[in-house]
């Protein structure tokens, strides 16, 4: 059984950082690709950022060049630095994990960023 569990969010201030990790177990093979989405309130969940297995990366326009994706193979974790944050990256911020034409989420890790 797959399991997705995020960490690393909270509460920092305009202009800081957060580093958020996510850790895929029950996996064997290297997941196809593996990403960051985040849910504002009242807003529907958006793509942040992804990467593949052979380290080609996605970003959302409104974080390209603030955050970066990495990710450890070995280790089947993907972990999303973020820096000169913003009230506008606030939100739940979720793992996605895609493994074998199945997708796993994880529960979700909270990020708030006061002005």
């Known amino acids: 059984q797959v399991h997705v569990v995020e960490s690393g969010g909270g509460l920092v201030q305009a202009g800081g950082s957060l580093r958020l990790s996510c850790t895929a177990s029950?996996?064997?093979?290297?997941?196809?690709?593996m990403g960051w989405y985040r849910q504002a309130p009242g807003k529907q969940r958006e793509l942040v950022a992804s990467i593949t297995n052979i380290g080609t990366t996605n970003y959302a326009d409104p974080v390209r060049g603030r955050f970066t994706i990495s990710r450890d193979n070995a280790k089947n974790t993907v972990d999303l630095q973020m820096s000169s944050l913003n009230p506008e990256d606030t939100g739940v911020y979720y793992c996605?994990?895609?493994?074998?034409?199945?997708?796993?989420w994880g529960q979700g890790t909270q990020v708030t960023v006061s002005s």
């Open positions: 996605r994990v895609y493994h074998r034409v199945t997708e796993y």
């Open positions: 029950g996996i064997i093979f290297s997941p196809a690709s």
